[in-house]
C-alpha cells in the first residue's frame, strides 16, 4: 500500500467562478489561477503524485505552460490516477477537507463527493470530503484564500 498527503492554496478571485471537485458552486467566490483553480482536485491530484512519488502537480502540469490555460482540473486528476493504473497501482479512498469561510459548502459536499468519484471510477462511499473554517484566523478566515488538503491510499492491483 501507499499514501499520499496533497494541499493546495489560492487566493480568492471574485471575478472567476468558484470550481470545487469538478463543481461549479454559483454563489462563489472564485479562486485565482491558472487553471480552473480548482484547489480541491488540485490536492488530490497531488495526494495521488506523491503516493506514487512522482513529485507535485506543478511538475507535471507546470501553470506557466499555455497549454494549462484555463484547464479543467478534472484531467489533471485523470492523468495522475492513469499513471498509478500504468505502474500497477489502484485508488482505495480518498479523504480531503476544504478549508473556507464562503461559500457554506455543506449543501454541495454530497455533489462534490460523486463528482470526485465519477472522475476517479470509484465508488462514492470511497470519497470523503469535508469543509471546515478559519474561525476568522489568516488568509483563509479573512476570506482572501481557500485551502484544500487531501490524503489517498493506493494499493497494487486495485
Wanted: hydrophobic content about 45%.
Amino acid at each position: 500500500m501507499r499514501v499520499g498527503q496533497g494541499e493546495d492554496v489560492h487566493r480568492v478571485d471574485e471575478g472567476r467562478p468558484l470550481v470545487l471537485g469538478g463543481v461549479i458552486i454559483e454563489e462563489g467566490p472564485g479562486l485565482a489561477g491558472h487553471s480552473d483553480a480548482d484547489v480541491l482536485m488540485h490536492a488530490i491530484t497531488d495526494a495521488v503524485l506523491g503516493a506514487l512519488a512522482l513529485g507535485d502537480i506543478g511538475q507535471h502540469f507546470p501553470p506557466a505552460d499555455p497549454q494549462f490555460a484555463g484547464a479543467d482540473s478534472a484531467d489533471f486528476l485523470r492523468a495522475a490516477l492513469g499513471m498509478a493504473r500504468a505502474a500497477g497501482w489502484g485508488l482505495v479512498n480518498v479523504d480531503a477537507t476544504v478549508r473556507t469561510e464562503r461559500p457554506r459548502l455543506a449543501p454541495y459536499i454530497p455533489h462534490i463527493r460523486q463528482r470526485l468519484a465519477e472522475i476517479a471510477g470509484v465508488d462514492v462511499g470511497v470519497v470523503s470530503v469535508k469543509a471546515k473554517t478559519a474561525e476568522g484566523f489568516g488568509a483563509v478566515g479573512r476570506g482572501e484564500a481557500m485551502v484544500a488538503t487531501a490524503i489517498v491510499l493506493l494499493t497494487r492491483g486495485e
